[in-house]
């Protein structure tokens, strides 16, 4: 609704969903899970096997439908979302943020240029990579590979054109472009260094060919590119939203995992009521010094 309401250019697309059994999560783990998003409201179908190889072409215990997913250019989305945010008055500035204070009445970014912007907030949503003033036991971050490969015999290709990921923590996720390329990702590590995720790229590439061929056999398992990135997590799963400790007009965003949509949008709404002075108990559940469960 907002990408038609503000006439954002991003390529915007609806999808459905499909989430697939897998590892440990079969049609009865699926079927609970089918349970408790109904209860809650979620729309879904449950497929059996029959039902989704039939559908889909996708040979696996069961699966749960849903629609109202998306896909984006995320590029162009940013820098529309950028430009109608700055004709509404907001001030893009560009360089780079060397320091952070705040006080009981007002946050301060220095900046590399030497000059220091001041304001009633300031909120730090900086990707994987926190500041020194934000610190957290729960922090972790992990690298992930993904490939596209060239275009393919629409044959090839699943109704949908869905999204699909699957159920189990070792998952893999993949989507299709427009020119009928497939996109698949995961094989995920707990590793941050850049030189070993490198190191590693041809391992990786290799590994998700062998689960595209195993999960579409009838697509070619060729490499038009590769590539991988990192991304911030936490050890309990839950993101890191919230006021900064010792920082009082300071509040961050962090440890999405493989939920930026969701949690993304669950930070709009934690962090534009705290600056607005509204409080909530369970806005504890994702505060930056919450304890490690494992410890308590």
Request: aromatic letters at 8%; one cysteine or more; a negative charge.
């Amino acid at each position: 609704e907002r990408v038609a309401e503000l006439a954002l250019g991003c390529a915007f697309l609806p999808r459905d969903t499909v989430y697939l059994a897998a590892g440990d999560v079969g049609s009865r783990e699926l079927l609970d899970e089918a349970t408790l998003r109904q209860k809650a409201g979620l729309p879904g179908t449950l497929m059996d096997h029959a039902t989704l190889l039939g559908s889909f072409g996708f040979d696996r215990e069961a699966a749960i439908v849903s629609p109202g997913s998306a896909e984006a250019d995320p590029l162009s989305l940013c820098h529309a979302l950028l430009r109608v945010a700055a004709g509404r008055g907001a001030r893009l500035i560009r360089d780079e943020a060397v320091a952070f204070d705040s006080t009981a009445n007002t946050a301060s970014v220095q900046l590399g240029c030497g000059r220091t912007i001041e304001a009633g907030h300031v909120v730090l949503a900086t990707g994987y990579v926190m500041p020194d003033c934000v610190t957290s036991d729960l922090h972790r971050v992990a690298s992930s590979w993904a490939l596209a490969t060239l275009p393919q015999a629409p044959e090839a290709l699943w109704p949908g054109p869905a999204l699909v990921w699957e159920a189990s923590e070792d998952y893999v996720y993949c989507r299709t472009t427009i020119d009928g390329r497939i996109i698949i990702g995961g094989e995920d590590e707990d590793s941050d260094d850049p030189q070993h995720r490198k190191e590693l790229g041809p391992e990786k590439t290799k590994a998700l060919l062998g689960k595209l061929r195993a999960l579409v056999p009838g697509a070619a398992p060729t490499v038009g590119h590769a590539w991988s990135g990192a991304f911030g997590q936490t050890v309990d799963g839950l993101p890191l939203i919230g006021r900064v400790p010792g920082y009082p007009r300071m509040l961050a965003a962090y440890g999405y995992g493989g939920n930026g949509i969701t949690f993304s949008f669950l930070a709009s709404r934690i962090i534009g009521a705290l600056i607005g002075g509204a409080e909530a108990p369970w806005f504890s559940h994702f505060a930056l010094d919450r304890p490690d469960p494992a410890r308590l």
